[in-house]
């Protein structure tokens, strides 16, 4: 059925069933009936049990949407609601630093590379016209010598397609991100990132394989980034310190050799590949904490660790390439393994540190500097469109400006939460505004994309007023509110209020970006890539504020936590000064070792940091 109408443009609900569905939903549903098994048990004392139970069914929901979508406009609702739930779920353990700044991680990858999806959405609409349904597209690439379109444009549709791709199953370059996202609880990481989330990557160039593989050079650009991401991923995964660490890479090799089979048209090897790798990575997360805590008591219990320290053993083992190798390329390779070959720095400097450089130096500058270049410019091309007659539509590019700088200003910025939830506001309604620019008839598009941001707005910005209105001016932003736990009812208004803004599915605003983008594909195509980027960074500008409000442990838990492990320690150091004044304490240490035991009048004390952290890595490794 059609979702929504408007003279040429048609936003169909279009669902697709064949083997690929077939095989994806079948794994689905039956890693998800384990999963949830499982949860019943292992997360039944958590504080969050209810919370995690909403997010994980939220996420089989966005991934049945992605699976049965039968054009890329579904898909990417899908794409969306899965991306969230991962969000969610990595900081899950919202009281500990790490995963809710790994969470952003991870949410960031996702976002950038939803300008790929965006933006191949935008041109399939441009390129194919109605003939958008998955099971349309091999029709159109039956005769190779009447291709839909020319060569510069799908191999542009192809690299965008990509890149998405890549994005999402964390290959070349992106590989950084998938072992940071194994912070959420044990079962997540194996419905997300071990079996399913992290091969929907593949299942987009599947869907999509008609597009992709009609010429050569694509093809050998998958080929080599699924080359890339074995040799990286094979490499890094030999220095992970933790055994999720190391299931991550082994799976990012996996989908690599996916990537590669795609690339040689071996579409039913691929999806046999994926079973195989999915079902196989689940099994390896679910029982990792059994593995950890028997190791753990075992080597405890033989006051031992379970190295080969007599190097005449190792002639029993097979030999290693590694050990073959000479030692300064042995070395060579395992700082390169240590860095994970330093493409999370590269990524930063080339995408996200110019683009906060740009916002910060847009928020230093005074405001009414920033207001009259913005007056001037409007004029001068005001005075243009009177005095020389230019078309009006021009004046959609000063304006389309005015949008990327107030996203950038937002993403600039951190420790001024309204600041950002205005920027991000503004910059929404500079898209609309350049859209009635290039279209004057788009009236009704425009309202249907503001209706769902200006309400968004508004109680964004009275939930914002109500949850800092008792804060102290002088405390910083940098350090995060847990705001969720002191008011969970706030909390919850200024997430559904961010997902809004930012044009989550349940938001008019969704249909809305699909509609600004239809206009700029009918009318100056130009308008694509700033409106698109616009959107993006808004995205993670957004969940940034979320963040640093909602999440986070309260302040006085923290300062009672740090009591009590102060005392802790106190009361350690009096017993180890009582015990070594009348025998003299055996311990045995080790730098590879988890757990230190200290022997104190035949009773073994561990120490409360120790204790903790073997806590944490059995429940939340």
């Not at 089979?261 to 195989?276: K, N, P, S």
């Not at 442990?553 to 009096?574: C, F, I, V, Y």
């Amino acid at each position: 059925f059609t979702l929504y109408a408007a003279d040429d443009y048609r936003f169909p609900v279009l669902l697709y069933f064949d083997r690929v569905s077939a095989v994806y939903l079948g794994c689905v549903w039956a890693i998800f009936s384990v999963i949830v098994k499982y949860c019943r048990y292992y997360l039944h004392r958590e504080a969050g049990y209810k919370r995690f139970f909403l997010t994980i069914f939220s996420f089989v929901f966005g991934l049945n949407i992605v699976i049965l979508s039968g054009s890329i406009d579904i898909l990417f609702a899908g794409w969306e609601i899965v991306g969230m739930s991962s969000f969610l779920l990595i900081a899950f353990y919202r009281h500990r630093v790490q995963p809710v700044r790994n969470s952003l991680r991870a949410y960031t990858v996702y976002r950038f590379c939803d300008i790929g999806l965006l933006l191949g959405s935008w041109m399939s609409h441009l390129l194919f016209h109605e003939s958008q349904h998955f099971s349309q597209l091999a029709n159109l690439f039956d005769h190779n010598s009447f291709p839909p379109a020319g060569y510069g444009s799908l191999l542009l549709l192809s690299s965008l397609i990509i890149i998405g791709a890549s994005g999402k199953s964390a290959q070349f370059p992106f590989c950084f991100w998938l072992p940071r996202a194994m912070e959420g609880p044990t079962p997540s990481s194996a419905i997300f990132y071990g079996a399913l989330s992290v091969h929907l990557g593949v299942f987009l160039l599947l869907r999509t394989n008609p597009i992709w593989s009609y010429h050569y050079l694509t093809r050998f650009l998958v080929f080599m980034i699924g080359l890339l991401t074995v040799v990286i991923a094979s490499v890094s995964e030999k220095t992970q310190s933790n055994i999720k660490g190391q299931i991550a890479y082994a799976s990012i090799t996996q989908v690599g050799f996916m990537f590669i089979e795609l690339a040689l048209g071996l579409d039913t090897l691929v999806l046999v590949h994926f079973m195989g790798n999915a079902f196989l990575r689940c099994y390896q997360l679910l029982v990792s904490p059994s593995i950890v805590a028997h190791l753990l008591r075992v080597e405890g219990n033989a006051d031992t660790d379970f190295y080969i320290q007599n190097e005449a053993k190792f002639s029993f083992l097979p030999v290693s390439i590694r050990n073959s190798l000479p030692e300064v390329l042995q070395n060579t390779l395992y700082v390169f393994s240590l860095q994970e070959g330093n493409l999370e720095l590269a990524i930063r400097a080339l995408a996200w540190e110019p683009l906060k450089r740009i916002g910060v130096v847009i928020n230093n500058t005074r405001t009414w500097i920033k207001a009259l270049a913005g007056l001037t410019v409007i004029s001068i091309m005001l005075i243009a469109f009177e005095g020389i007659g230019i078309d009006q539509k021009y004046l959609s590019i000063p304006i389309a400006m005015g949008m990327v700088f107030a996203s950038l200003s937002a993403f600039g910025q951190k420790n001024k939460p309204i600041s950002v939830w205005n920027a991000i506001t503004l910059s929404s309604l500079l898209a609309g505004i350049a859209v009635l620019f290039l279209n004057p008839l788009a009236k009704m598009d425009v309202a249907i994309f503001l209706s769902g941001i200006i309400p968004a707005w508004l109680l964004g910005i009275f939930v914002l007023h109500k949850l800092l209105k008792n804060q102290d001016p002088a405390e910083s932003l940098f350090t995060y509110q847990a705001m969720a736990e002191t008011q969970p009812k706030l909390s919850l208004l200024l997430f559904i209020s961010f997902l809004c803004l930012v044009g989550f599915p349940i938001s008019p605003a969704f249909l809305g970006e699909d509609l600004l983008l239809s206009h700029a594909s009918s009318h100056d195509p130009w308008f694509a890539l700033p409106i698109t980027i616009a959107f993006i960074i808004n995205g993670i500008a957004g969940a940034r504020v979320f963040q640093r409000l909602c999440m986070g442990r309260p302040s006085e838990l923290s300062e009672a936590h740090t009591a009590t492990t102060q005392d802790m320690h106190l009361q350690n150091e009096q017993g180890k000064n009582r015990t070594s004044e009348s025998t003299q304490n055996s311990s045995d240490t080790s730098g590879q070792r988890v757990v230190q035991l200290v022997r104190i009048g035949g009773n073994a004390l561990v120490h409360a940091e120790q204790a903790e952290a073997v806590m944490c890595s059995l429940r939340r490794p």
